[in-house]
């Protein structure tokens, strides 16, 4: 992995090596190692390293990283991807749908060995099959400046389970992001990947969305949660856990103290699964985030969802989205928000649920106490056409209106409601900011609409592209 040794006097011996592998263990930067050196032979007859500038030592190390994957590509027999050859410089590196195969990835492996540039690297949907999966890992094992990296829809299934189950139980890469989506594994491959993630403190953020896991997956993902001191946000989304594996599931959460963000949306959790959650919010104080859209959830297991908040200090994020739940679940909700004085919930989203006047009195009753909550719902039924003209008055020509009066900009005034004057507030605090100030009369929905146009896609607001916006 030294760039600069193609300036030593012993690469010019190195041709005579053969440049396929000669033994089965040498690695994947050893296999195209000897290949690499006939392509620096000349550089090093032109050179020496006692006078090369620092300025050409550079280009040679950027010139060292492509030639290795040309060479390596020479090795494997497959076409250079131009679009790597162009941004293997770079930090964040898309390949996703580029069709390389076990070969192609293999190429792409062997020149990332020695890369210090990429951080994130995208490889969905690209056949990677189990020797290409291998390759991949061999090349972690060396290589600890890759943090992110995407491997969905590669229909990996149990091999690859298998391969990925055993380099999680090493804890020896950097890699803290690991996207496993759509990748057919049913529930044996649940059990050998909780099993390594039980022990696993290394990844953050885990996709093991649309797969096969079923009520058995389940228990074993139970069992891991129970276990796991890393993982800090899941996506289980778009499985087949139904009331077994969510009651499963549940237990291991309740136990659970670092996970911050789970999706379980698109599941069958049913009324049961959602009174195991109730519980779980009821003990649990970590979770920040929580999808359960689409499980269906009734008023039934509404309520037990909200005995569970009436109590919980964490839950910041709830969505019950494509739920049959109706008005009735939605007031539950949000009155048990307003029991819990220590609540920090900002979002419910029940965007499917047609709600009434009355709910909104009671929503603002539930606001005056934490206005912090926004709750998303589908309409309102009768609602006149001028409060709805009033409700999507753009709020920005209200601020910038008021700016101008007072002879400030609208940066300063943003940054009036931030009690440390940065350009940048958490969500949750800029929403009860804008709802507590009475320089601009807002309403939730227009507080919505800045958000939206303020967001800067971590979970928080930036007004800092507002300096360069004029009046």
Partial sequence: MDNDEPLEPETKDEPETEPAPQNSDETLYCEAEASRAVGKEKAARESSETDLEIKDMEKFSTTGQRELYLEACKLMGVVPVSYFLRNMEESYVNLNHHGLGPNGTKAIAIALVSNMSVVTLELADNSLMEEGLLSLVEMLQENYYLQEMNISDNDLGLKGARIISEFLQRNTSSLWKLQLSGNNFRDESAELLCQALSANYQIKTLDLSHNQFSDKGGEYVGQMLALNIGLQSLDLSWNHFYIRGAVALCNGLQANMTLQKLDLSMNGFGNEGATALGEVLRLNNSLGYLDISSNDISNDGVSKISKGLEVNESLKVLKLFLNPMSMDGAVLLILSIKRNPKSKMEE????????????????????????????????????????????????????????????????????????????????????????????????????????????????????????????
């Fill in 348 to 471: 419910i989203d029940i965007s499917n649920v047609l709600v009434s006047e009355q709910f909104l009195k009671i929503l603002d009753g539930v606001c005056a106490i934490h206005p912090q909550l926004d709750v998303i719902y589908k309409s309102v039924q009768g609602f006149s056409a001028k409060k709805a003209l009033l409700q999507w008055t753009n709020p920005m020509k209200l601020i910038q209106s008021y700016a101008d009066q007072h002879g400030i900009t609208v940066v300063d005034f943003f940054r009036s409601l931030n009690p440390k004057g940065m350009m940048t507030m958490p969500v949750g605090d800029f929403r009860k900011a804008m709802i507590q100030q009475d320089k601009v009369p807002v309403n939730l929905y227009q507080v919505r609409e800045l958000i939206k146009k303020l967001d800067d896609k971590r979970g928080g607001v930036n007004f800092s592209f507002l300096k360069t916006a004029k009046p």
